[in-house]
């Protein structure tokens, strides 16, 4: 089944994304402005002039890109709900303590197409919570290390 995303130039340097390789589970999203990242200075946005009409039961999410995040550039949250109809902007925060510059062009990120999956939300009391104890329990971080 192919699911189409249709995408909206919003100026001369927005690029469609594109799949690098064979059958990806992402796609990469590109700068569409200069920005340089300074070290530990908290999170900047940056632009792609792309805006999208993403199929109704679908979303996307973003991904770090391998190489960036070895390059010490994270990234935020992202999620695009299928009624969103702004500009795609990527949230970028630099972990090093130097400088790290974007140029337009530069891939900045994955992003993948997601399903939504229907859902509801029940109310259970302490004692039903209780008897539905799993082996794990509430162990969390390095919960799993030997």
């Avoid at 946005?45 to 039961?57: C, D, F």
Wanted: hydrophobic letters at 35%.
């Amino acid at each position: 089944m192919t699911v189409t995303i249709k995408w909206n130039k919003m100026g001369p340097n927005a690029k469609i994304p594109t799949e690098a390789y064979g059958d990806p589970l992402c796609f990469d999203l590109f700068a569409a402005e200069n920005v340089n990242l300074m070290g530990h200075d908290g999170n900047i946005m940056v632009g792609t002039q792309l805006r999208a009409i993403i199929p109704e039961g679908y979303g996307i999410e973003f991904k770090e890109r391998s190489g960036m995040a070895f390059k010490g550039v994270a990234l935020g949250a992202g999620e695009i709900d299928s009624d969103y109809r702004g500009e795609l902007k990527v949230l970028l925060r630099y972990t090093k303590s130097d400088m790290f510059q974007i140029s337009v062009g530069d891939k900045i990120c994955q992003a993948r197409l997601v399903k939504k999956i229907d859902r509801c939300h029940e109310e259970i009391d302490d004692s039903t919570f209780e008897a539905m104890k799993t082996e794990r329990g509430a162990k969390g971080f390095g919960s799993s290390d030997s």
